[in-house]
């Protein structure tokens, strides 16, 4: 009987080792899931950038390209300074125009606009289409890279500090990864009021980690809400355009200058309505002007002059849909494109989580945050 007892007790004591086993796998296979379900979310494009970045550029990428020849001194020191042979990545290279600038060095571009990847392969350059959050590089595969002004085009800010890790990972142990950024402390202050700042139809997808609407400066200010900043990228008059059957170039009203002055009105009473337990005027300006100093999120305008909107004919579809609009008064198509415009420090602070790099130079220059990042040597080097 002893016996049988000790075997019964061997076989629960071996079931119970099985469960936990059993246990322990499914929780790996779920912390896995969530792994991959994480970086797919992250890898996954939100639909402002599609309509507001990816499309935009898309449709603008000759006249945009046709502007951008002046090279910045110093990303071209910085490139310059890279020993003779360097593979040197540019993520969001754009027309290419840093592509090549180092004539001992060797180039390759990648931009997820391909009428931009066009514009730089016929010039011969090499190229590909690719995304800033999921380069299509082995890790270690170059000597150095750049980022010059995209990380700002990035919605949430998983999704930039993932780029931030993208431009490490591709670099070999030792290499250097320059980042530039538009910076909320513009030099020229007027810019701002040619802004329209983000509405809440676009924020909603955000709610969640790295959502503006999340970020402490928001969450804790009472007087930020989404009620109080009226939704204005479609209004009733667009609507009713898009339905009529004469909507093209010629039928769309002038509407950028007037919505823009009316925007901030609205912007400004709404936001005191909804101050209303404030009953001193200065506090009230004083927050008003708070809530300005904290903005971050932006659509900047693009003009696209008539002549060369219908080079492609792009634009009266774009017109149709509400992507662009008409200014008669500047005889452009206007397109808006998103902007998450950094404050001082944060570049730095988002750089900091990436654990295999350090910050060895930090800039502000022509309106811009810099930052020049070092990837770590591993023990094997």
Same mark, same amino acid.
């Not at 046709?66 to 310059?80: C, D, G, H, I, Y």
């Not at 008669?328 to 295999?356: P, T």
């Given at each position: 009987?002893?016996?049988?007892?000790?075997?019964?007790?061997?076989?629960?004591?071996?079931?119970?080792?099985?469960?936990?086993?059993?246990?322990?796998?499914?929780? %790996?296979?779920?912390?896995?899931?969530?792994?991959? %379900? %994480?970086?797919?979310?992250?890898?996954?494009?939100?639909?402002?950038?599609?309509?507001?970045?990816?499309?935009? /550029?898309?449709? #603008?990428?000759?006249?945009?390209?046709?502007?951008?020849?002046?090279?910045?001194?110093?990303?071209?020191?910085?490139?310059?300074?890279?020993?003779?042979?360097?593979?040197?990545? *540019?993520?969001?290279?754009?027309?290419?125009? /840093?592509?090549?600038?180092?004539?001992?060095?060797?180039?390759?571009?990648?931009?997820?606009?391909?009428?931009? #990847?066009?514009?730089?392969?016929?010039?011969? +350059?090499?190229? &590909?289409?690719? *995304?800033?959050?999921?380069?299509?590089?082995?890790?270690?595969?170059?000597?150095?890279? #750049?980022?010059?002004?995209?990380?700002?085009?990035?919605?949430? @800010?998983?999704?930039?500090?993932?780029? $931030?890790?993208?431009?490490?990972?591709?670099?070999?142990?030792?290499?250097?990864?320059? $980042?530039?950024?538009?910076?909320?402390?513009?030099?020229?202050?007027?810019?701002?009021?040619?802004?329209?700042?983000?509405?809440?139809? /676009?924020?909603?997808?955000?709610?969640?980690?790295?959502?503006?609407?999340?970020?402490?400066?928001?969450?804790?200010?009472?007087?930020?809400?989404?009620?109080? $900043?009226?939704?204005?990228?479609?209004?009733?008059?667009? =609507?009713?355009?898009?339905?009529?059957?004469?909507?093209?170039? @010629?039928?769309?009203?002038?509407?950028? @200058?007037?919505?823009?002055? +009316?925007?901030?009105?609205?912007?400004?009473?709404?936001?005191?309505?909804?101050?209303?337990?404030?009953?001193?005027?200065?506090?009230? @300006?004083?927050?008003?002007?708070?809530?300005?100093?904290?903005? =971050?999120?932006?659509?900047?305008?693009?003009?696209?002059?008539?002549?060369?909107?219908?080079?492609?004919?792009?634009?009266?579809?774009?017109?149709?849909?509400? &992507?662009?609009?008409?200014?008669?008064?500047?005889?452009?198509?206007?397109?808006?494109? /998103?902007?998450?415009?950094?404050?001082?420090?944060?570049?730095?602070?988002?750089?900091?989580?990436?654990?295999?790099?350090?910050?060895? *130079?930090?800039?502000? *220059?022509?309106?811009?945050?810099? #930052?020049?990042? =070092?990837?770590?040597?591993?023990?094997?080097?």
């Amino acid at each position: 009987m002893r016996d049988v007892k000790v075997k019964a007790n061997s076989r629960l004591a071996h079931k119970e080792e099985e469960e936990e086993k059993e246990v322990q796998i499914l929780q %790996s296979v779920s912390t896995r899931e969530n792994e991959i %379900s %994480s970086s797919l979310s992250v890898k996954s494009t939100p639909e402002i950038e599609k309509k507001y970045v990816h499309r935009v /550029y898309d449709a #603008i990428a000759p006249h945009f390209s046709s502007t951008r020849f002046a090279k910045w001194p110093k990303v071209a020191a910085f490139l310059e300074s890279l020993p003779s042979g360097s593979v040197i990545l *540019d993520a969001g290279c754009g027309n290419g125009k /840093y592509l090549g600038l180092n004539p001992s060095c060797f180039f390759i571009g990648c931009d997820i606009s391909h009428p931009l #990847i066009k514009i730089c392969s016929d010039k011969g +350059q090499e190229v &590909l289409v690719a *995304d800033a959050v999921n380069l299509p590089y082995r890790e270690g595969f170059g000597d150095s890279a #750049i980022s010059i002004a995209v990380l700002h085009h990035l919605s949430t @800010e998983n999704r930039r500090k993932k780029a $931030i890790e993208e431009l490490v990972r591709v670099v070999k142990s030792g290499g250097f990864v320059l $980042i530039t950024v538009w910076a909320a402390e513009q030099e020229d202050k007027s810019l701002l009021t040619k802004w329209t700042p983000l509405s809440p139809k /676009y924020v909603e997808e955000w709610v969640g980690p790295g959502s503006p609407m999340n970020s402490p400066r928001v969450r804790n200010n009472p007087f930020f809400g989404l009620e109080s $900043i009226p939704e204005t990228e479609v209004s009733t008059k667009e =609507q009713k355009a898009e339905n009529s059957p004469s909507f093209g170039l @010629e039928s769309i009203p002038e509407t950028e @200058e007037s919505m823009r002055e +009316q925007k901030a009105a609205e912007i400004i009473t709404e936001t005191k309505n909804s101050m209303g337990e404030l009953k001193d005027e200065k506090s009230i @300006e004083e927050s008003l002007e708070a809530l300005k100093m904290n903005q =971050q999120e932006y659509f900047v305008p693009w003009h696209l002059p008539y002549h060369r909107a219908e080079v492609s004919g792009a634009s009266a579809s774009a017109l149709a849909s509400g &992507l662009a609009k008409k200014d008669d008064r500047k005889g452009a198509v206007v397109y808006n494109r /998103y902007y998450h415009v950094f404050s001082e420090g944060e570049l730095e602070r988002l750089a900091s989580g990436v654990g295999n790099a350090m910050i060895v *130079d930090r800039f502000y *220059d022509k309106s811009n945050w810099c #930052i020049v990042l =070092q990837k770590a040597t591993s023990n094997q080097d």
